[in-house]
T-cell receptor
Framework: GQNIDQPTEMTATEGAIVQINCTYQ??????LFWYQQHAGEAPTFLSY????GLEEKGRFSSFLSRSKGYSYLLLKELQMKDSASYLC????????????FGKGTRLHILP | DTEVTQTPKHLVMGMTNKKSLKCEQH?????MYWYKQKAKKPPELMFV???????INESVPSRFSPECPNSSLLNLHLHALQPEDSALYLC????????????????FGPGTRLTVL
């Protein structure tokens, strides 16, 4: 079956570092996405991993291990505006290349 | 320009009304999508259009009727909705629906917040 797991909520302090984990079990795999979504707004693309390893983009980095079905999103130098939901999503090439979303992790940043 | 636009931003309708949601992109993308998102839940795929043809219908009730008049426009016609259909309706587009190893992703519009009374 399809399963994408990530923690429901996390709290971190402004200026700190936080890691949001995602594990997946899907029929097929053709890439993993991380999206940021502020309350009431559309998801915005953060990162894409299809090969194992770390992709870095400014304050955000994303890691993938295909053998372990595992990814994480690392956010550094946290800012208050990073308070949002972070969605892990997998593109399943055994299911018409649909993007399957996890339930999202709500990240709260404390001053 | 990586913008997907949606109108209206908010819509309140009765169960007997007929209304339409509109989505537009000018990025030359050939795939467009409708998602439904309830509060604190992830987006759920409803429809996929690829090259203006309906490619995927995720067993959506017939009271939701998609239409793709051309490669830039996507509509969602609503008729006889139920209160449980109240949600954020998101449109997205991507270069293609079926990818190889491209890093292209879906770009989402701001959504239409629908309330059915």
């Amino acid at each position: 079956g399809q399963n994408i797991d990530q923690p429901t909520e996390m709290t971190a302090t402004e200026g700190a570092i936080v890691q949001i984990n995602c594990t997946y079990q899907t029929s097929g795999f053709n890439g993993l996405f991380w999206y940021q979504q502020h309350a009431g707004e559309a998801p915005t693309f953060l990162s894409y991993n299809v090969l194992d390893g770390l992709e870095e983009k400014g304050r955000f980095s994303s890691f993938l291990s295909r053998s372990k079905g595992y990814s994480y999103l690392l956010l550094k130098e946290l800012q208050m505006k990073d308070s949002a939901s972070y969605l892990c999503a997998v593109r399943d090439n055994h299911r018409d290349d649909k993007i399957i979303f996890g339930k999202g992790t709500r990240l709260h940043i404390l001053p | 320009d990586t913008e997907v636009t949606q109108t209206p931003k908010h819509l309140v309708m009765g169960m007997t009304n007929k209304k339409s949601l509109k989505c537009e992109q000018h990025m030359g993308h050939r795939a467009m999508y409708w998602y439904k998102q309830k509060a604190k839940k992830p987006p759920e795929l409803m429809f996929v259009y690829s090259y203006e043809k309906l490619s995927i219908n995720e067993s959506v009730p017939s009271r939701f009727s998609p239409e793709c008049p051309n490669s830039s426009l996507l509509n969602l016609h609503l008729h006889a909705l139920q209160p449980e259909d109240s949600a954020l309706y998101l449109c997205a587009s991507s270069q293609e629906h079926r990818w190889g190893t491209t890093t292209d992703t879906q770009y989402f519009g701001p959504g239409t917040r629908l309330t059915v009374l």
